[in-house]
T-cell receptor, first 115, second 113 residues
């Protein structure tokens, strides 16, 4: 089955600096890659996602890049703010082409923004 | 509109007891998923419903776990003969259809003493 690895497990950056979180996946059939933000005791919330037909997607301060050949994708947060502090999870799915919608998650990155 | 809701928010039970966890998906969402999240880990897939049927139950750890969605909306996750290792947050998610964004509920924190 699919295996998703995520690095780093913890990340501290100064407010205003950029943060990058990287994930690799094992199943070349995966074609949908969402990123979720989870604050302590809260539900995971989707912040951005990318499908395999594009290499990059951006939404204000957040961007995701995908390299299908290398089977890795990354989350980039620019101009970080204290409210960006949370645990971030990457995930991968084969999607509806295979009738297999389940998400396989990475182990998470605890991001701390230092004021 | 209303998001995914789950009840109860917390459940404490004793080893060997039976528990039921409920999920109310977003109205109109045909796909429903159950995940389990242990402390410090990412959510792990349990089961996926498309409509009333379980399209993929490959994540259920053993036959003590069972889930139903009889009318294609509300789902119940049932755990028999609970064990301490079942303690975790059980998350439910729903999506409009195949391949669409999954929206998560707040989870049920299950503690087995």
């Amino acid at each position: 089955g699919e295996n998703v690895e995520q690095h780093p497990s913890t990340l501290s950056v100064q407010e205003g600096d950029s943060a990058v979180i990287k994930c690799t996946y094992s199943d070349s059939a995966s074609n949908y890659f969402p990123w979720y933000k989870q604050e302590l005791g809260k539900r995971p919330q989707l912040i951005i996602d990318i499908r395999s037909n594009v290499g990059e997607k951006k939404d204000q301060r957040i961007a995701v890049t995908l390299n299908k050949t290398a089977k890795h994708f990354s989350l980039h947060i620019t101009e970080t703010q204290p409210e960006d502090s949370a645990v971030y999870f990457c995930a991968a799915s084969k999607g509806s082409n295979f009738g297999n919608e389940k998400l396989t998650f990475g182990t998470g990155t605890r991001l701390t923004i230092i004021p | 509109g209303a998001g995914v809701s789950q009840t109860p928010s917390n459940k404490v039970t004793e080893k060997g007891k039976y528990v039921e966890l409920r999920c109310d998906p977003i109205s109109g969402h045909t796909a429903l998923y159950w995940y389990r999240q242990s402390l410090g880990q990412g959510p792990e897939f349990l089961i996926y419903f498309q409509g009333t049927g379980a399209a993929d139950d490959s994540g259920l750890p053993n036959d003590r776990f069972f889930a139903v969605r009889p009318e294609g909306s509300v789902s119940t996750l049932k755990i028999q003969r609970t064990e301490r290792g079942d303690s975790a947050v059980y998350l439910c998610a729903s999506s409009l259809g195949d391949g669409d964004t999954q929206y998560f509920g707040p989870g049920t924190r299950l503690t087995v003493l």
